[in-house]
């Protein structure tokens, strides 16, 4: 059975991708399954409150935003 997803989780999905968290552990915290942490991933990429980057890309954009 499909339960929406509330503000609160998407924050916490996000904080804990932002940590490095694996999936498993996230949808085990969250009383998710792991597929449903995957697409909701997908879908706030898609809604564009999660962005991607490689770690070199990401500590330049640090780098830059610091100066």
């Known amino acids: 059975m ?6 609160d989780e ?9 940590i490095n968290c694996d999936i498993v552990s996230i ?3 969250l009383n998710r ?3 449903s942490v995957g ?9 564009g409150r999660l ?3 490689s770690e070199p890309t990401y500590e ?4 830059r935003r610091s100066q």
Do not use: D, N, R, T
């Not at 499909?2 to 503000?7: I, M, T, Y």
């Not at 998407?10 to 932002?18: A, P, T, V």
């Not at 330049?60 to 780098?63: G, L, R």
């Open 2 to 7: 499909f339960v929406p997803w509330s503000a």
């Open 10 to 18: 998407e924050e916490h999905l996000i904080e804990s991708l932002e």
């Open 27 to 29: 949808a085990g915290i």
């Open 33 to 35: 399954s792991p597929s």
């Open 39 to 47: 697409l909701k991933i997908i879908h706030l990429y898609q809604k």
């Open 51 to 53: 962005v991607v980057m």
């Open 60 to 63: 330049a954009w640090e780098h």
